[in-house]
């Protein structure tokens, strides 16, 4: 179906935002950026296009990716469109101070260069309102030391497809340990030879078995995080 016979701009606010989330979850990146332009006009908040149009949209393709509905290269091209309406409302979230769920710096762990479900996790963690540091591949526990230093993320995320490389997620979080650091962090670990036991022996806070699994163990925690502040900060 084509979406060639449908104008956007016709369509009431309840309606076109029921559209963009069909439109999300077909993955059309042209549709949601002229839906955002349309909301925008119509004088929406940023933040209301964000919360409501995209990262709802994205919520259902989550839940249909986790039930196995969807697959990988669906859930791509809807984080791509994602990313287009993004594009426009980031500079507009940073003018406005809109609120953000948390930041999270996430990488590939030293001697692994697969990035497909990093990627991925990136995509629907922005999705979900985070804002996302992506250091890439193949980082030495420096490079991860130097990103939380910069950006003093509330997450830190990692990620391994090679048995070979798991272990080097101990080395990180061990000297996270050693430098007083580790209880600054929410530390997530992820990856396709990766389980809850290792997860759990290496020192994480969780293991998450995929992207959508990601984004609701880390909103989970962010909560518990923020329950445990004192009062004045809630």
Not at 78 to 106: D, W
Not at 174 to 200: H, M, Q, S
Request: hydrophobic share 45%; glycine share 10%.
């Amino acid at each position: 179906m084509s979406d060639d016979d449908i104008d956007l701009s016709s369509l009431s606010d309840d309606d076109l935002v029921q559209q963009m989330h069909d439109d999300l979850y077909d993955g059309l990146k042209e549709e949601i950026e002229e839906g955002v332009k349309i909301l925008l006009e119509r004088d929406w908040t940023p933040y209301d296009v964000l919360t409501k149009a995209l990262v709802e949209g994205m919520r259902i393709v989550g839940e249909d990716f986790r039930d196995g509905i969807l697959f990988v290269p669906e859930v791509l091209l809807s984080a791509n469109a994602m990313k287009g309406g993004m594009f426009i409302l980031r500079p507009l979230l940073a003018e406005t101070g809109a609120p953000k769920v948390g930041k999270m710096v996430i990488g590939t762990v030293k001697g692994d260069i697969h990035d497909i479900g990093k990627n991925l996790v990136g995509m629907m963690m922005e999705g979900a309102g985070f804002e996302v540091i992506d250091i890439g591949i193949n980082n030495p526990v420096e490079k991860y030391l130097e990103a939380i230093e910069e950006h003093q993320p509330d997450i830190l995320g990692m990620s391994a497809l090679l048995t070979t490389t798991m272990p080097y997620m101990k080395v990180v979080i061990d000297t996270l340990k050693e430098k007083g650091l580790r209880d600054k962090y929410i530390v997530l670990v992820g990856g396709a030879p990766l389980n809850e036991e290792f997860g759990k022996a290496v020192g994480a806070d969780a293991y998450c078995r995929d992207a959508a699994v990601t984004v609701e163990i880390a909103k989970d925690l962010m909560h518990r995080m923020h329950n445990q502040l004192p009062a004045a900060a809630g």
